[in-house]
């Protein structure tokens, strides 16, 4: 009867750990792209 939850909330923490993990990544090279931009801009002046 426990088996069931415990395998519905491990995996359900899996995706979101992952879903979570992908989103940070996504937001990182946002910011890191805006940056190299940004530099980019200042090096030509």
């Known amino acids: ?8 909330i491990v995996l359900g ?7 979570g993990l992908l ?3 996504y ?3 946002q ?3 805006k940056l190299l931009k940004k530099n980019k ?3 030509q002046k």
């Open 41 to 43: 801009v200042q090096n």
């Open 13 to 19: 923490l899996i995706a979101a750990t992952i879903l």
């Open 23 to 25: 989103v940070d990544a």
């Open 1 to 8: 009867m426990v088996e069931p939850l415990l395998d519905g």
């Open 31 to 33: 910011r890191t792209e």
């Open 27 to 29: 937001f990182q090279y």
